[in-house]
């Protein structure tokens, strides 16, 4: 059994290439929630609808999130109505929130809420978000010389991650109880995968819940990570740009940094090959192989290097 | 100032014409939100949409109700990831919707909400919901010889109307209470007008709250009600059916018959001319004029009469 602790397009891409090379029904992906954010009173996900539109072969290719042949007649009739629609909905995107909608509006989990979707897309992963409880990650950034404090979707999409961050911080995770089946899985797994998503947003949310740190802790000679920089920069997103501003450099050293505590093994870009002694020097076992996954193949191939199943 | 007690498409054509021939910020519209129901989590309001899109001028106008130029992107997805949608959700009545529904999950009332979407709609007259309680229309009907019962959108969308009506009740009416200012308005009104809308699932309804109909019978020398019949069947919806169904036959002589505790004139359609001398043995004035309104400026011209002003 592989467990994979997830953010989004990343975290989607090494999920799909893990599927070509383990059985799909024994992976479990544990997925970040705290960028989750509720517009008009829906529960939107990005990470978890990320996942689920990449193994159910829906979302958009070159965007890597979002769907295939996406429309927006609801947004455009928001925008007609008055509404700041600063948060791109598509209308397939908001089926699947009315879906949601809808079972959480029943009483029942996002956890069986996110199983149900995965049903409907035909996912054999076992989708699971981190909790089911509200944790939230909010972010104090610097706009024109002052620090303000912004959720995460609105310092990500509405600001495009262009303040700078000065401190992050997970509002509800000293509290917030990890998903059923979350610490039971880390515990079993054969392997426990880190995805090359976003330290700071995306896997640091994750570790915000202290049952699962401690389980990951437990469990640190089984935990590998891969490293989300590819030539000392982040494929996509902030993760270069808040490594900077937050650790004062960009490398595998910082990742490094902050996964040995519970994490014994990373793998990081041949484009970085030089960062490895540093990462060994943490004491981590470093790996260095092609990290980006520019095709299916290219993210099999990686994951064959991850788990070590030869090939 | 004039208050109207309104149904769905009927009222809203009774509406728009009374605004052609009175101030419309002097106009109040009671609206029936028993037929209201939850869909995915999110309030839909039948009858208060059809007249906001309708005074809105977004109305689709052949249906009467609905928007003009409406998709159903959304509704394709629900259909796609395996839904059964057999209530037609349009692109544009989710954007309302979504915003119905952020209102709410903000604390705001439904009369706060409606004003809301009333406002960027542009429509002058003030939409009240009858409450801003959960009040149910709830149908004892027949399928198969046996009787079952079915909420109003379940029968009335779902099964078309077809099944035959045994009985009809509105859980939650006797402890519900008259949304803000349905009282006062009633009160101070100049007249009160109850629009040509199905008696039993839209007026009735707004009756069953019995601090409105305490009001009504109190202002009855200025309650005047439209007949729904025209030629003794109805221009739209099941209320014929539902009357010889439940009263035996299709006639004013039982739109009086229900109406004259509160009300004490009945304007019908010249095409049942012939009921007038039932409907003033009733203790009822009987107007007679073209009630059908195929135009705006035929709604505006029975508003005339309704409302004796001349002309």
Same sequence: chains 1, 2.
Avoid at 212 to 224: H, K, T
Avoid at 283 to 303: F, K, Q
């Amino acid at each position: 059994m592989i467990v994979c602790l997830c953010g989004g397009v990343g975290a989607a891409r090494m999920l799909a290439g893990i599927q070509r090379v383990v059985d799909p029904t024994q992976i479990t992906a544990v997925v970040n929630t705290a960028d989750d954010e509720i517009f008009y009173g829906l529960h939107v996900a990005p990470d978890l609808d990320t996942i689920t539109y990449t193994l159910g072969g829906a979302v958009h290719p070159d965007q890597g999130w979002g769907r295939q042949g996406e429309t927006f007649a609801v947004l455009d009739e928001l925008t007609e109505l008055g509404e700041d629609t600063w948060f791109a909905l598509g209308d397939k995107d908001i089926a699947l929130h009315l879906i949601r909608n809808d079972a959480l509006a029943r009483g029942q989990t996002l956890t069986e809420a996110t199983a149900q979707i995965a049903r409907r897309f035909d996912i054999d992963v076992r989708l699971l978000p981190m909790t089911d409880d509200r944790v939230r990650t909010v972010l104090d950034v610097e706009v024109d010389g002052h620090i303000t404090t912004m959720a995460m979707q609105t310092w990500f999409v509405r600001h495009r991650h262009q303040p700078r961050v000065h401190r992050v911080r997970f509002d509800g995770a000293d509290v917030a109880t990890p998903a059923p089946h979350v610490l039971e899985s880390i515990e079993r797994a054969d392997r426990i995968v880190v995805c090359p998503s976003n330290p700071y947003v995306s896997i640091d949310p994750i570790l915000s819940l202290p049952a699962i740190e401690q389980a990951l802790r437990r469990r640190r000679d089984d935990v590998v990570a891969v490293s989300p920089l590819v030539g000392a920069a982040a494929v996509k997103g902030p993760a270069a740009d808040m490594m900077m501003a937050l650790d004062g450099e960009v490398s595998n050293r910082v990742v490094g940094a902050r996964y040995t505590p519970w994490c014994s093994r990373l793998v990081i870009d041949i484009r970085d090959a030089h960062d490895a002694p540093a990462v060994e020097k943490l004491g981590m076992r470093c790996d260095v192989t092609e990290t980006l996954m520019s095709s299916p193949r290219a993210a099999a191939e990686l994951a064959a290097v991850v788990l070590e199943t030869g090939g």
